[in-house]
Antibody
């Protein structure tokens, strides 16, 4: 059974940094692209970043480009999102999501981790 | 970026009703359109991919249609557990964008 478990969320001041993790199990992790998708309180879904199975290709939404870095450690079956220069508008639940076959949609999602950027 | 527009923003329907949600893309996206259901406090669940393919385990009362710019999600006979917010998402070109959501309530 596929399982994705995010961690690392919390309260951070504007301008601060945070690193999210997503532990994956139940599938061959390095065979699949992974993404981060976020949802601000009471709002819709926003794709944030994606990474290929080998980690070679990375992609970002314009809203986070230059501030966020996606990475993965395939030996640990773990996806990461390093978030720097955080802004109030980055406040959201962050989900990691699995891409079934490099088709750029998401067949499995984690339960999410809340990031709150506030002073 | 490709803008995705859903209608209606919300609806209320009775058990057994046929429900239709529409999604329009800002440019032609072929059949690169996916649908998700999200219940309050939970992660989204994939319902339909590639416009009309039913995700494994999803009840057959859900169906998708369309291509180009106009797409439809249909729930043939609404069930009590179908409440939630439904999102469309294009997978044609990055950044992968979502519609604003359609909230479905059960009367």
């Amino acid at each position: 059974e596929v399982h994705l478990l995010e961690s690392g969320g919390g309260l951070v001041q504007p301008g601060g940094s945070l690193r999210l993790s997503c532990a994956a199990s139940g599938f061959t992790f390095n065979n699949y692209a992974m993404s981060w998708v976020r949802q601000a309180p009471g709002e819709g879904l926003e794709w944030v970043s994606a990474i290929g199975g080998s980690g070679a290709g990375t992609y970002y939404a314009d809203s986070v480009k230059g501030r966020f870095t996606i990475s993965r450690d395939n030996s640990k079956n773990t996806l990461y999102l390093q978030m720097n220069s955080l802004r109030a508008e980055d406040t959201a639940v962050y989900y990691c999501a699995k891409d079934p076959d490099y088709s750029n949609y998401f067949d499995y999602w984690g339960q999410g981790t809340l990031v709150t950027v506030s002073s | 970026d490709i803008q995705m527009t859903q209608s209606p923003s919300s609806l209320s329907a009775s058990v057994g009703d046929r429900v239709t949600i529409t999604c329009r893309a800002g440019q032609i996206i072929s059949s690169y359109l996916n649908w998700y259901q999200q219940k309050p406090g939970k992660a989204p669940d994939l319902l339909i991919y590639a416009a009309s393919s039913l995700q494994s385990g999803v009840p057959s009362r859900f169906s998708g249609s369309g291509s180009g710019t106009d797409f439809t999600l249909t729930i043939m006979s609404l069930q009590p557990e179908d409440f939630g917010t439904y999102y469309c998402q294009q997978s044609y070109s990055a950044p992968w964008t979502f519609g604003q959501g359609t909230k479905v309530e059960i009367k």
